[in-house]
């Protein structure tokens, strides 16, 4: 009887185990159904680019280059590329350019066109480039570029970029807000102004900080993190190669370790760099000299330029091994305290033990020496 309970049991426990599983992947097919999106277009993806060109078709040059006085006007073109099966219609503008934090040449965003970036205008804001085929090869159109250098340019190097855009708009459900996704490309503009350079280099906002390492340093050799700034405040675009130097009192165990190379950095562009050196012994005190050198920036012209250089101290403490060498000095004082007043301790009692011993010397033999014959004192006295 008890058999047939257990065995009733268990049929209903694997049945309602059954239940739950086919209701779970149930709920899961309808969740996952709801939660596929509904394609918004059946477009394929595309691909198109900018790049410099002459008054017929893309050449090959990388970047738009110009140079000429305050007041000048120079025209260039450039080609709107489409590399995909289909027609596309994109957007051209122009922008400024600068370094972003990391140092890398960046384009702003649209409508921003400060500097040289307000000095070109474009034929076309709006461009249909037909697409590729295998007769006419890549589709493109070219675009009329105008340059302008007001007469109060500054002499010097000056960067901007113009750009090609597609912007796509996805449906919007529900809620949701519809969204536009911009994809950009876009081609660099060097200008030089005529006048005279004026190339410099500056290292500013030297951070540093030492870790002693495993154990506070009882292990020996730690690491030396810094950060720091490289700034061009000249009006010549160059690259930077930046190295770091530490060194102990009077130059002793000095290492150098190669940063991050700038690629270019234009006038007034800045550069933050960190870099960590290994293997620092703590001696007390560790010197830090951050060196930039300036070279040649990718069709750039070339820079004679002293290295740009700044020095810092740093507190390089091993901690543990002073720590110890407290922990020894306090040992050895209380040591020697302890035997000092030990030896306090004896000093009276010997020295009351030797006095007793000399008085009862002296005592003993100033009898002997005072005492006169007693037959010599009667015979003194017969008379």
Known sequence: MRSTVVVRRLARLVGFVLICLVAGGTASAATAD???????SSAEPVTFGIAPASADSPDDRAYLVAGAA?????????????????????????????????????????????????????????????????DTGLGFVIVPVTITIPTDAEPGDHVAGIVASLTTTGQSSGNSPSLQLEQRTGVRV????????????QITDVETSYDP??????????????????????NVRMAVEPSTTTAGPFGLLTQTVAGTEVAELAPNGRAQRETTLTGVWPLIHTGVTVTAVAGQAKGGSEITLD?????????????????????????GWWMRRRRR??????????????????????????PVADQTPVAEVAGAAAP
């Not at 709801?34 to 918004?40: G, N, R, S, V, Y």
């Open 190 to 201: 060097y200008i030089t102004v005529a006048g005279d350079a004026a190339p410099a280099l």
């Open 34 to 40: 709801d939660a596929t999106p509904t394609p918004t």
């Open 213 to 234: 390492g495993p154990l506070w340093g009882l292990l020996g050799q730690g690491s030396v993190h810094l950060s720091y700034t490289i700034v061009n405040p000249g």
């Open 307 to 331: 290295p740009a250089t700044d020095v810092v101290g740093l507190w390089t403490i091993p901690w543990a091994w002073l720590a110890i060498l407290l922990v020894a000095g306090l040992v």
């Open 70 to 134: 305050p007041g000048s006007v120079v025209y260039e073109h450039i080609a709107v590329i489409n590399q995909s099966d289909v027609p596309l219609s994109l957007a051209v503008y122009p922008v400024s350019a600068g370094n972003t934090s990391d140092g890398s040449l960046g384009l702003a965003e649209r409508g921003m066109t400060s500097d040289a970036g307000g000095w070109l205008t474009l034929g076309a804001e709006q461009v249909d480039v037909p697409a590729q085929s295998t």
């Open 341 to 366: 007043i030990r030896a306090a301790r004896r000093g009276p009692a010997g020295g009351g033990r030797h006095s007793h011993a000399r008085r009862s010397r002296r005592g003993s033999e100033t």
